[in-house]
């Protein structure tokens, strides 16, 4: 008796186990992951970039601020000096008390600037600071995604292996079915025809038929695997001329 599950099953199930969705699906998002994890390190990255340019840029400013408004104050006190002495003050009370007045004047304004570029400092020390924590943030949130994305994938593969086991199941059960009575007719066939035709007419049949069977077998086999596929499951006329043991050879061989 032929063993009908294992001629005739023509659709896998998926025995995929939960334990290898989960993996699956891992791998699956696994690039996607990796992309996301990235882009929230460069952002982090770049930031940095950016801040610590401006921090730079500051501290040039700062300075050159600084040497701008002590050239300009060199410059101030020595037009008033060259004033004085041009109206004989020199040594007075009055260029005295300009002297003071620009030296107070030049103090004044170099505290300004340096209060004003370290307060400018200080905010982009403050978002330098603050980098590691939106990292952080950014990468929790995107953990929050990652992990929903995984459970969405995890529920596709499992509800698609479902199916395909529920569809395999549904197909092998309907073809083991047809396989068998046609197996089965098959035999009553064959024992009718050797009651009623053991005879010349049989025996020419059967060589005709065995000299189809190796003719289509050679044509099947010089055909590309799809078209070979095609013609064994739509040539109605063949499995009429073949004898089923000869047509399921064919099929077995090029109908998978």
């Not at 950016?50 to 400013?61: C, F, G, I, T, V």
């Not at 030049?106 to 982009?124: M, P």
């Not at 395909?164 to 066939?189: C, G, H, P, S, Y």
């Amino acid at each position: 008796m032929p063993n009908y599950s294992n001629d005739f099953e023509r659709k896998e199930k998926n025995t995929k186990t939960d334990d290898q969705i989960r993996e699956l699906a891992g791998a699956n998002l696994s690039e996607w992951e990796q992309a996301n994890r990235r882009k929230i390190d460069s952002a982090r990255e770049e930031a940095e970039r950016l801040l610590s340019s401006n921090r730079e840029a500051e501290q040039k400013r700062g300075e050159r601020q600084l040497k701008e408004i002590e050239a300009a104050f060199t410059q101030a006190q020595r037009n008033a000096d060259n004033d004085a002495l041009r109206r004989g003050l020199a040594r007075s009370s009055i260029a005295v008390n300009r002297t003071a007045d620009i030296q107070t004047a030049a103090a004044e304004a170099e505290s300004t600037a340096r209060g004003e570029s370290s307060v400018r400092l200080a905010d982009i020390d403050k978002q330098l600071e603050r980098l590691d924590g939106q990292r952080e943030k950014a990468l929790n949130e995107f953990n929050i995604a990652h992990a929903a994305r995984i459970t969405q994938e995890i529920n596709r593969l499992t509800e698609a292996r479902t199916n395909q086991n529920n569809a395999a199941a549904a197909f092998n059960n309907n073809v083991l079915n047809q396989e068998m009575q046609r197996e089965l007719n098959a035999v009553q066939l064959a024992r009718q025809t050797d009651e009623l035709n053991a005879s010349r007419e049989s025996a020419e049949r059967a060589r005709q038929q065995e000299e189809l069977f190796a003719n289509t077998f050679r044509q099947l086999e010089a055909m590309s695997s799809r078209d070979a596929r095609n013609e064994i499951r739509n040539n109605v006329l063949l499995r009429e001329q073949l004898t089923p043991s000869q047509f399921f050879r064919l099929y077995d061989r090029f109908g998978r």
